[in-house]
């Protein structure tokens, strides 16, 4: 059979669109790993998520545009960064490879933490897209769920919580569960979330635990 010439159409307007991009314009000409370093910057300027010290819960890491925000905004703290593919991290972070939501992951969380409990769960989980939008949809509303899951475990008392979501059915479901679960929850899309995306990240402040 024979093979078609060149790029497809939709793979030229992808790289027509990355070309365009100015946060991934930005994040060649800056060395950062990933366009997502800008959406925690913004997200963290907005609501002082990071302070040094903080030990942190990130989930969804790779490539590791946040574990590399995160790493220079907690000096003397420590990020855990959990995800099955591989992840560009300092020496002081410890990954976790695998994904969250099976034992395995847990049994290794539970053996860093200890007693221990983070100040922060960022989750920026998000899962392979198929193309087919309900499927999408339920499986990222899945990835949603284990972040609270992650708050339930993990998050001390008052610490907060950061969640991809994409605006879509199960949406408000989850964003109500979350709102039982802190004191405040507000939905932000940054600015270098593409527009045309239903990304959007919730993000509870003030965890009331579980006592
Ligand atoms: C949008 S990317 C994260 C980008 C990252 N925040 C950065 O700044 O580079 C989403 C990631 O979620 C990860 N992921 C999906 N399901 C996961 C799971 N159950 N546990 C951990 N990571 C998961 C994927 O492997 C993927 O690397």
Redesign the pocket.
């Known amino acids: 059979m024979a093979r078609s010439k060149g790029r497809s159409k939709s793979s030229n307007r992808w790289l027509e669109r990355q070309r365009k991009d100015p946060f991934v314009r930005r994040a060649a000409a800056d060395g950062q790993?990933?366009r997502?370093?800008y959406k925690?910057a913004e997200l963290d300027g907005r609501l002082q998520l990071l302070r040094p010290g903080m030990w942190v819960l990130e989930?969804?890491?790779?490539?590791?545009?946040?574990?590399g925000y995160i790493e220079e905004h907690v000096t003397g703290g420590r990020v855990i960064a959990?995800?099955?593919?591989s992840v560009q991290a300092g020496g002081e972070t410890v990954v976790v490879p695998?994904?969250?939501?099976t034992a395995v992951?847990h049994e290794q969380i539970a053996e860093i933490l200890g007693k221990r409990r983070v100040d922060l769960v960022l989750s920026?989980?998000?899962?392979n897209i198929t193309g087919i939008r309900s499927a999408d949809q339920a499986a990222a509303m899945e990835?949603a769920e284990?972040s609270l899951d992650a708050a339930d475990c993990w998050l001390k008392t008052g610490g907060n919580l950061v969640v991809?979501m994409f605006q879509g059915e199960g949406f408000d479901a989850v964003v109500g569960e979350i709102r039982k679960k802190v004191t405040k929850c507000r939905i932000v899309k940054p600015k270098a979330s593409r527009p045309e995306s239903r990304e959007v990240y919730a993000v509870g402040q003030q965890f009331l635990g579980n006592g």
């Open positions: 790993t990933s997502a370093y925690l989930l969804g890491a790779a490539p590791g545009g946040w574990t959990c995800d099955p593919r695998g994904e969250y939501g992951v920026d989980m998000a899962p990835l284990l991809k």
